[in-house]
């Protein structure tokens, strides 16, 4: 019996690619992003491989998220398989400098974004007894770089999250893994940096990791026998050793 994806950020990077790598294995999709014109290409692309389900929502908004949610269609309400990753990183600044929206973005995304969509999703596979919940980190949720701050912090939420859900979930037979990229290149760098000239240097002299390959971590973590939850994955691309430690050719 073929499964049901549901992937938040699914019109860009990791998302995307992970869309179609799923689509590729005839995995069910539901499709959520804030860009509709996005979302139809996506879905257009993807609906000669598997059934596509889409839904137009910022998950900033609960009432819109759980509204969305609930719009769900009969056959695709079963949901296997629950992809958190929408999240962003605005601005890199010191402490004392920072730009408070900026971080209410990064924490209503990365942290309150996460928890409406898997509330919204959770009782249905505790109901089923069954599911796959995968939250996107980063290798900043693992340690603090300067000028990290509030991005870090988010990102360190959202493993005590995963982690809190695992125990939660336990004892409905619930996987909950985490994966944890390094540096990707993405559309990730062009956000953070407002589209300034910094993000063209951030990918330059080594080889980033590529959303493909993020995509393909994540299917292997869904496609694991019963028995096995591969529950916290770190990620870098070879040329990077830790945040800040980057082997770049001159």
């Not at 995995?27 to 257009?44: A, E, F, M, P």
């Not at 991005?151 to 909950?176: F, Q, W």
């Amino acid at each position: 019996m073929k499964k049901t994806a549901l992937i938040t950020g699914a019109t860009s990077g990791i998302g995307r690619a992970t869309a179609h790598v799923f689509a590729e294995h005839g995995i069910n999709l539901i499709l959520c992003g804030r860009r509709q014109h996005r979302l139809d290409s996506v879905q257009k692309a993807l609906s000669r491989q598997t059934d596509v389900f889409t839904l137009n929502f910022d998950v900033r908004d609960r009432q819109k998220t759980e509204e969305a949610i609930c719009s769900i269609p009969d056959e695709f309400k079963a949901i296997d398989i629950l992809i958190n990753n929408a999240g962003n990183a605005h601005g890199l600044d010191p402490i004392q400098s920072g730009n408070v929206d900026d971080w209410d973005a990064m924490m209503d995304i990365n942290v309150k974004g996460l928890l409406y969509v898997s509330k919204a999703i959770i009782p249905g596979m505790t109901e089923r007894k069954n599911g796959h919940i995968i939250n996107v980190g980063s290798s900043a949720g693992k340690e603090v770089y300067p000028k990290g701050n509030v991005y870090c912090a988010s990102k360190h939420a959202v493993l005590a999250i995963t982690e809190g859900m695992r125990i939660d979930l336990n004892p409905y037979g619930i996987k909950v893994s985490a994966i944890n990229p390094g540096l990707v290149e993405t559309e990730f760098s062009e956000v953070r940096f407002k589209g300034g000239p910094e993000a063209e240097n951030v990918y330059q002299g080594y080889k980033a990791l590529q959303a493909e390959d993020i995509a393909e971590i994540i299917h292997f973590t869904v496609t694991r026998p019963s028995h096995v939850n591969l529950a916290d994955v770190l990620v870098f691309p070879t040329a990077q050793a830790n945040s800040v430690t980057v082997k770049k050719t001159n």
